[in-house]
């Protein structure tokens, strides 16, 4: 526990670097485009609109999701999960991609992912707020369950911050990990329920054991707890041992990245 209070420490002695180097980093990303930032709306609202289509036309045929259209559903739960995607993927090349940084600059590498994560948040706030405007038009309304929106915010920050200590420093020691990393992505967006209702599905429903082992899922408790925050489906405290598994799941992450992360930060130059 130590080694976690000292690399949590460091991310709050260095807040004004994070943020003064993400928002850099956010600006440079689509600098060569000719739509620039455009594209940080324009790339996930494509991938929305496609499985509206597929998934909620043809596949569901409209079919109403806890009450609400299936676009109103979706949203929630899908741009919570595009950018813990971007955000994971992205930390664990943060510091393999910035080797110079790494080498030459006198601050805590410890803060390397964070910088990743401020960066990828700027883009989920934009996403979030056209979501909302949607989310109004098709029926949601505010209510005091938006305010859980606020404990499974810092739950996802917490967790992508320990995934992505863990990630970037096995990638500087096994650079072949990121490839795997992003195939495992792929199979998590598919069990993750970020398009998928399980709980409307006839055939998992018979299989209870199936359903325990999705709920396990991190990324799951994120977005089921999204959606309920955003349509008033359940308060965060209604499943508590979903709630100690995350915790325990997350925590363990912290612990073992700070650990492996303060081993080999020393020789971060070396394998890089």
């Not at 996930?44 to 409209?62: D, E, Q, R």
């Not at 199979?187 to 970020?194: D, E, Q, R, Y």
């Not at 399980?198 to 799951?220: C, D, L, R, T």
Request: with cysteine; net charge positive; proline share 3%.
């Amino acid at each position: 526990m130590r080694e976690t209070w000292l690399v949590l420490l460091e991310q709050f002695k260095n807040l004004k670097v994070i943020r003064r180097l993400a928002k850099y980093e956010e600006k440079s990303t689509f600098q060569a485009h000719i739509l620039g930032n455009v594209w940080q709306i324009l790339d996930p609202a494509i991938n929305i609109a496609i499985y509206w289509f597929v998934f909620g036309m043809v596949l569901y045929g409209n079919k109403p999701m806890d009450g609400y259209s299936y676009i109103a559903w979706l949203l929630p739960g899908f741009i919570a999960w595009q950018f813990m995607r971007s955000e994971i993927l992205g930390a664990s090349r943060s510091m393999v991609s910035r080797v110079q940084m790494v080498s030459k600059m006198q601050f805590p590498v410890s803060t390397i992912p964070s910088m990743t994560l401020a960066s990828q948040l700027i883009n989920y706030w934009w996403m979030l707020g056209i979501s909302m405007v949607i989310m109004l038009m098709y029926g949601v309304r505010p209510s005091f369950y938006w305010l859980e929106f606020i404990y499974f915010f810092f739950c996802m920050i917490v967790f992508l911050y320990a995934v992505g200590l863990v990630t970037s420093t096995i990638t500087v020691v096994v650079r072949d990990f990121h490839t795997l990393l992003n195939s495992a992505m792929q199979l998590m967006f598919w069990v993750s329920g970020a398009i998928f209702n399980f709980s409307a599905n006839a055939i998992i429903e018979k299989h209870p054991m199936v359903i325990h082992i999705i709920q396990i899922n991190p990324f799951y408790y994120i977005i089921a707890g999204m959606r309920e925050a955003f349509l008033g489906t359940g308060l965060f405290y209604h499943d508590i041992k979903s709630m100690i598994i995350f915790w325990s799941i997350t925590l363990m992450l912290l612990i073992f990245g700070s650990h492996i992360h303060l081993k080999f930060r020393s020789r971060f130059v070396d394998y890089i």
